[in-house]
T-cell receptor, first 115, second 112 residues
Framework: DTGVSQDPRHKITKRGQNVTFRCDPI?????LYWYRQTLGQGPEFLTY????????KSRLLSDRFSAERPKGSFSTLEIQRTEQGDSAMYLC?????????????FGPGTRLTVL | TQLLEQSPQFLSIQEGENLTVYCNSS?????LQWYRQEPGEGPVLLVT?????EVKKLKRLTFQFGDARKDSSLHITAAQPGDTGLYLC????????????FGKGTSLLVTP
């Protein structure tokens, strides 16, 4: 049984660099979500996809953040011109896509450190 | 503004003790979920409660959803060191659509 996978697990970068994270959802899941979690906080929703369509992106933190899911399978989250405040855990989740209350299954996250 | 308030924020107890953590909101939720998260890992779903007044048991863990669907509690009986982790409640309210709203979590430490 393969759950949600994320790559890389850890990323250290210098301020101003671009970074890209990948998420592979559970294979039969249509919906894919991105969240950010900072220290001492619960995960904060960023965006989600239904298949390849990005249906909610107004909660992306700034225009430096973008996400894609080109073929409705894996997804990437890119942060351009990283800032120290972008340091956080970036979590991906997926769900079947039958109802709003479908269980969201989370991946292990990518820990980003911006120096 | 945090939609879901969790208390206590931190809890340190000895093995064998019982504990209850709370998740409260002024909003009505169509469902509430409880997750446990270990350091450096993603949240793992423990339970989903949907019906007001619902009680679900998962071994030593008992989850309750308030009658008005605005609050929930998690009770652990005879806590074990393996229960250590961050317990998060999350839910969908009428405005959040598919986004899960999370509380800040309760960090639990169970010492032998």
């Amino acid at each position: 049984d393969t759950g949600v996978s994320q790559d890389p697990r850890h990323k250290i970068t210098k301020r101003g660099q671009n970074v890209t994270f990948r998420c592979d959802p559970i294979s039969e899941h249509n919906r894919l979500y991105w969240y950010r979690q900072t220290l001492g906080q619960g995960p904060e929703f960023l965006t989600y996809f239904q298949n390849e369509a990005q249906l909610e992106k107004s909660r992306l933190l700034s225009d430096r953040f973008s996400a894609e899911r080109p073929k409705g399978s894996f997804s990437t989250l890119e942060i351009q011109r990283t800032e120290q405040g972008d340091s956080a855990m970036y979590l991906c989740a997926s769900s079947l896509g039958l109802a709003i209350t479908d269980t969201q299954y989370f991946g292990p996250g990518t820990r980003l450190t911006v120096l | 503004t945090q939609l879901l308030e969790q208390s206590p924020q931190f809890l340190s107890i000895q093995e064998g003790e019982n504990l209850t953590v709370y998740c409260n909101s002024s909003s009505v939720f169509s469902s509430l979920q409880w997750y446990r998260q270990e350091p450096g890992e993603g949240p793992v779903l423990l339970v989903t409660v949907v019906t007001g007044g619902e009680v679900k048991k998962l071994k030593r863990l008992t989850f309750q959803f308030g009658d008005a669907r605005k609050d929930s509690s998690l009770h652990i009986t005879a806590a074990q060191p393996g229960d250590t982790g961050l317990y998060l409640c999350a839910g969908h309210d009428s405005n959040s659509g598919y986004a899960l709203n999370f509380g800040k979590g309760t960090s639990l430490l169970v010492t032998p």
